[in-house]
């Protein structure tokens, strides 16, 4: 493997390792010697590859959010109607949760212990992804498909489909995608007979 595909793939399970530690014992509750042994890398090598315990957290909180923000902007910029505007925005979130529900996981429970700049840059990432529901709502108003809503029922929305990293697993009844569009429904159309 060359040097930068080397290092790369080094770093990448590096995180992925970091992110299952962190998912099951707690940011705090996971040392970097531990980190160490499960990676089988030494202090000096570890810290070749990642820099800082913190520096882990941000990499994996960042990447996720990352990936959604990305996912959003290419779903809206296709002419979609609005209720399939938000089914792809939700398949896709719940899509990914279930392929990365540890980086997940520890980004809903550990993203505050981030600090300075990288904390910053997180949020900022997240209210990003947040907004881009909103604009997904919006269209669905302004075509006349969809009745104003306040702008808190985003972050409901986000709640619904977030909390899933918590009971979900793929393996169910039920594909990640196919529980999207059930919530889906269920936001839009009501649960009403």
Known sequence: ???T??????RD???GTAAELFARNGYHGTGMAELGRAVELGRGALYRYIGSKEAVLYAISKDQVDKMNSHAEA??????EPRELL???????LRNIADHRA????????????TGERRDDVIAARERYEGYWRQALDRGVSGGALRPTPPLLVKGI????NYTYLWFTPEGELAPEELADLFLDALIDGIHV
């Open 13 to 15: 399970r590096v995180i």
């Open 1 to 3: 493997m060359a040097g």
């Open 158 to 161: 986000l709640g619904m489909l």
């Open 75 to 80: 779903v809206l910029d296709r002419d979609l």
């Open 5 to 10: 595909a080397y290092y790369e793939f080094n």
């Open 103 to 114: 980086e997940w996981t520890v980004f809903f429970r550990e993203y505050n212990a981030l």
């Open 87 to 93: 089914r792809e925005m939700a398949r896709g979130l």
